[in-house]
């Protein structure tokens, strides 16, 4: 799980990250999508790779050897990531989102470890009980000596599951008032355990299988932030990132499917009638319809990270949108690529049907669709995201 590697990541910031993502995504990440979907397996030797590169130091500090990247370095990364393989750019993005929190909360140690690439984690917020319903944990953080607090809870998804070396772990308060309170769970602590196999319709690679605690123990130096301050924390440090992340995710899964049915309406002919599939009216028309879905959902995020960075009054109902707007317009785009694309896109080798279940995966992640149109309603109208308990 650690990275032991020699060679270490740049110190020169993320603007030295990107340049060497693209060799990575051509040389490792690229070669190997197909078949981390085939076999359902995690991509440990893209997630080694991108660590060397210094992507998983992204946005960790540059005084501990990051790239102090923001918003903008994470979109792009995960964007182009999503074009080459989508369980990578899931894997890197909720390693980035919690990241984000444990470099304003974390302890040093961890927070140098993934500055160097020496560490990947990830966010277990999910659970069994409250489903995608992340702001409302059953699991529990109990004293049970001075020092240390035991963890109980039934986490239902964790991406990299058994491949992360912690997880950023949500539970009920400890004693204060409050929703949620957050901890940095090593991944190998006692009590945690493996609650099952994750064969997914999509992002296959991914690991995100349930994660059980039983009576798990740690520090209590393990909170990240104050007891019972765990939702505020989530909504102003990881669903900034995960939000814009996860509307990267479904861009570039766009862009390539866009990609792929353009090559395939150019490249395929109809020789009876001597022309591409691209020269009939009706697919070109249906291919500009996609051409423009994509357009929208990129300009959506664009303008969201803008509204974000320059503080606009509109940025908290934008960033509330930006997931939902290009969800749904990934999804679309997938099944659109699958018709104009024929019988020849439900063959394998194309690519295109295992982008298509790629680009199902961002609407029923948390928040989902559902949740995010629901928060965006009470915005808008003026009242609070959640119901007072
Ligand atoms: C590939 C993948 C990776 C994941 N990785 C992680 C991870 O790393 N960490 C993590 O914490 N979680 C992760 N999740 C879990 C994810 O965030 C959601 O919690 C999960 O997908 C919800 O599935 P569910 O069956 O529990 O949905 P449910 O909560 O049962 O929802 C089912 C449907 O009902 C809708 N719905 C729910 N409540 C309402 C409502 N009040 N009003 C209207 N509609 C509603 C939902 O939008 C959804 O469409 C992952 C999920 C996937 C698919």
Request: charged share 25%; glycine share 10%; proline share 4%.
């Given at each position: 799980m650690t990275q032991t590697n020699a060679e270490q990541p740049s110190r020169g910031g993320v603007d030295d990250v990107l340049p060497r993502l693209d060799e990575v995504i051509a040389d490792v990440v690229a070669p190997v999508a197909r078949e981390i979907d085939r076999t359902g397996s995690f991509p440990r030797v893209s997630i080694d790779a991108l660590a060397k590169a210094g992507v998983l130091g992204a946005v960790s500090s540059v005084d501990l050897g990051g790239g102090a990247g923001g918003l903008p370095e994470v979109t792009e990364i995960v964007r182009r990531l999503a074009k080459a393989c989508s369980s990578t750019a899931m894997v890197v993005l909720m390693h980035l989102s919690a990241a984000m929190v444990l470099e304003k909360y974390g302890q040093r140690g961890i927070r140098a470890a993934i500055a160097h690439g020496e560490h990947l984690t990830t966010l277990a917020f999910s659970e069994t009980g409250s489903r995608s319903h992340f702001w409302a944990p059953g699991g529990t953080a109990r004293t049970s000596s001075p020092d240390?607090?035991?963890?109980?809870?039934?986490?239902?998804?964790?991406?990299?599951?058994?491949?992360?070396?912690?997880?950023?772990?949500?539970?009920?308060?400890?004693?204060?008032?409050?929703?949620?309170?957050?901890?940095?769970?090593?991944?190998?602590?006692?009590?945690?355990?493996?609650?099952?196999?994750?064969?997914?319709?999509?992002?296959?690679?991914?690991?995100?299988?349930?994660?059980?605690?039983?009576?798990?123990?740690?520090?209590?130096?393990?909170?990240?932030?104050?007891d019972g301050a765990g939702l505020d924390i989530a909504l102003s440090t990881v669903l900034p990132t995960f939000l814009t992340g996860s509307a990267a995710f479904s861009v570039g899964l766009a862009e390539s499917l866009l990609e792929d049915t353009a090559v395939h309406l150019t490249g395929t002919r109809l020789e009876h009638l001597d022309r591409s599939l691209a020269q009939d009216p009706l697919t070109r028309a249906q291919f500009a319809d996609l051409t423009m879905l994509v357009g929208q959902a990129q300009a959506f995020l664009a303008d969201t990270l803008t509204a974000l960075t320059i503080g606009r009054a509109d940025a908290t109902v934008r960033l509330l949108q930006v997931k939902a707007v290009t969800a749904e317009a990934a999804s679309a785009v997938a099944d659109g690529a699958m018709r104009l694309c024929g019988g020849a896109a439900f063959r394998k080798e194309a690519g295109i049907e295992r982008?298509?279940?790629?680009?199902?995966?961002?609407?029923?992640?948390?928040?989902?669709?559902?949740?995010?149109?629901?928060?965006?309603?009470?915005?808008?109208?003026?009242?609070?995201?959640?119901?007072?308990?």
């Open positions: 240390a607090v035991r963890l109980d809870a039934r986490k239902s998804w964790i991406t990299s599951a058994g491949e992360a070396d912690s997880y950023v772990w949500s539970t009920r308060p400890l004693a204060a008032d409050g929703a949620m309170t957050l901890w940095s769970l090593p991944a190998d602590t006692t009590g945690l355990g493996d609650a099952g196999a994750f064969d997914g319709f999509g992002l296959r690679g991914n690991a995100s299988r349930p994660v059980t605690a039983d009576g798990v123990v740690v520090r209590h130096d393990a909170m990240l932030g104050d982008k298509f279940r790629d680009a199902l995966a961002a609407r029923v992640m948390a928040p989902t669709t559902a949740a995010l149109r629901d928060f965006v309603g009470r915005v808008t109208l003026g009242q609070p995201l959640f119901d007072e308990e």
